[in-house]
């Protein structure tokens, strides 16, 4: 399996620019999870989709913010407009009820954002 | 709400010498409890986790872990360090079903040769 694939690994931007990182989970995953992870606030949660379905947004930062699973295999994440604040890096992960390692999250590699 | 907390920045320890890593939870109800480990610009990467069963854990790497239930903890252990093991470690507790993972601040460890 080749695991969680993200894409960009990398991503420098101009503040005001539109930014849409990329996250394709495990096959036959049902669960997937964007976190974020600064220095200042550590690893948070932004969001959470089971079956392509939006469970829990409240950790998404401001309107600025959307996400979205149009199948079982892609999300995105979409900051319009991006500010300086939102450099981090990105963290798309995940799991299964089902299967050897149930609960088990497994986390991509990570987008780094910068954003001038 | 659970949370957890990693007490120590920063945890330094001779190579071939045990290493712990400490965390301590809390959450309502039964614990599912992880560990895992970010190399330099890499995600991050699954160690063990306590769900049910015996209190310790072993999973990867030779690292174990002893989940305490009155002492709400969850330390990470290896019995002898490697300097490869230098890298940042994750606590993190969910509550029962497939819920989001609430992780600690993190704790840098770094084997010296």
């Known amino acids: 399996d080749a695991g969680v694939i993200q894409s960009p690994r990398h991503e420098v931007t101009e503040m005001g620019q539109e930014v849409t990182l990329r996250c394709k989970p495990i096959?036959?995953?049902?669960?997937l999870f964007w976190y974020r992870q600064t220095m200042m606030r550590g690893l948070e949660l932004l969001i959470y989709f089971n079956n392509n379905v939006p469970i829990d947004d409240s950790g998404m930062p401001e309107d600025r913010f959307s996400a979205k699973m149009p199948n079982a295999s892609f999300s995105t994440l979409k900051i319009q407009p991006s500010e300086p604040r939102d450099s981090a890096v990105y963290f798309c992960?995940?799991?299964?009820?089902?299967?050897?390692?149930?609960?088990?999250?497994?986390f991509g590699p990570g987008t780094r954002l910068t954003v001038l | 709400a659970q949370s957890v907390a990693q007490p120590e920045d920063q945890v330094n320890v001779a190579e071939g010498n045990p290493l712990t890593v400490k965390c301590t939870y809390s959450v309502s109800g039964n614990p599912y409890l992880f560990w895992y480990v970010q190399y330099p610009n890499r995600g991050l990467q699954f160690l063990l986790k306590?769900?049910?069963?015996?209190?310790l854990v072993k999973g990867s790497y030779g690292f174990e872990a002893e989940f305490n239930k009155s002492q709400t903890s969850f330390h990470l252990k290896k019995p002898s360090a490697l300097v490869s093991d230098s890298a940042l470690y994750f606590c993190a507790v969910r509550a029962v079903g497939n819920t989001p993972l609430v992780f600690g601040k993190g704790t840098r460890l770094s084997v010296i040769a």
């Open positions: 096959s036959g995953h049902d669960y």
């Open positions: 992960a995940s799991s299964s009820l089902l299967g050897v390692n149930t609960d088990t999250q497994y």
């Open positions: 306590y769900i049910t069963g015996d209190n």
